[in-house]
T-cell receptor
Framework: EPEVTQTPSHQVTQMGQEVILRCVPI?????FYWYRQILGQKVEFLVS????????KSEIFDDQFSVERPDGSNFTLKIRSTKLEDSAMYFC?????????????FGNGTRLTVT | QKEVEQNSGPLSVPEGAIASLNCTYS??????FFWYRQYSGKSPELIMS????GDKEDGRFTAQLNKASQYVSLLIRDSQPSDSATYLC?????????????FGTGTRLTIIP
């Protein structure tokens, strides 16, 4: 069964540094998402992306965050200047155009640790 | 703010018994509802989806939906120790044509051997 893949599985960075989290969505999917989950808290929506532009973003997704689909397969989340509170699991997810109201398929996540 | 509420637990159930997990949501316009299972440190894994009022069964799992009461539940029959996990209720919220899943805080379930 096709999978959403994320790299790296764990990223450690110092406060103020830039990080890029990478995702390869399922190949024929067209809607892409980033969620995050701070340890012990709920899974929170960050941003959705369709047709090469952001569809919706949450209050968490401020100017420090950006997303990009640089080619036909990758979908990236960049945090420009990381803060301690950015430490969390970041999940990429996707779904297909024909699957309105369908569930999201999640990648295995990237654990980001900001020190 | 469109919310999804769950009892955070922990919920302890003896092996072989029925585990019952509940969820309420605030957006009356939501049309699709999902239960995900999440093991510690892992990503959410879809176990059930439900779109119509009533019950939907899949193996040991039954999802129940009551849109009038804005209530979704998940029953796990013949609970196994491997069912010990956090169960996330997720509701598809549509905002100006854009869809996203909104998650509850999750219910931590422990199956006692």
């Amino acid at each position: 069964e096709p999978e959403v893949t994320q790299t790296p599985s764990h990223q450690v960075t110092q406060m103020g540094q830039e990080v890029i989290l990478r995702c390869v969505p399922i190949s024929n999917h067209l809607y892409f998402y980033w969620y995050r989950q701070i340890l012990g808290q709920k899974v929170e929506f960050l941003v959705s992306f369709y047709n090469n532009e952001i569809s919706e973003k949450s209050e968490i997704f401020d100017d420090q965050f950006s997303v990009e689909r640089p080619d036909g397969s990758n979908f990236t989340l960049k945090i420009r200047s990381t803060k301690l509170e950015d430490s969390a699991m970041y999940f990429c997810a996707s779904r297909g155009l024909w699957q309105k109201n369908s569930p999201l398929h999640f990648g295995n996540g990237t654990r980001l640790t900001v020190t | 703010q469109k919310e999804v509420e769950q009892n955070s637990g922990p919920l302890s159930v003896p092996e072989g018994a029925i585990a019952s997990l509940n969820c309420t949501y605030s957006d009356r316009g939501s049309q699709s509802f999902f239960w995900y299972r999440q093991y510690s440190g892992k990503s959410p894994e879809l176990i059930m989806s439900i779109y119509s009022n009533g019950d939907k069964e899949d193996g040991r799992f039954t999802a129940q939906l009551n849109k009038a009461s804005q209530y979704v539940s998940l029953l796990i029959r013949d609970s196994q120790p491997s069912d010990s996990a956090t169960y996330l209720c997720a509701v598809n919220v549509v905002n100006f044509g854009n869809e996203k899943l909104t998650f509850g805080t999750g219910t931590r379930l422990t199956i006692i051997p």
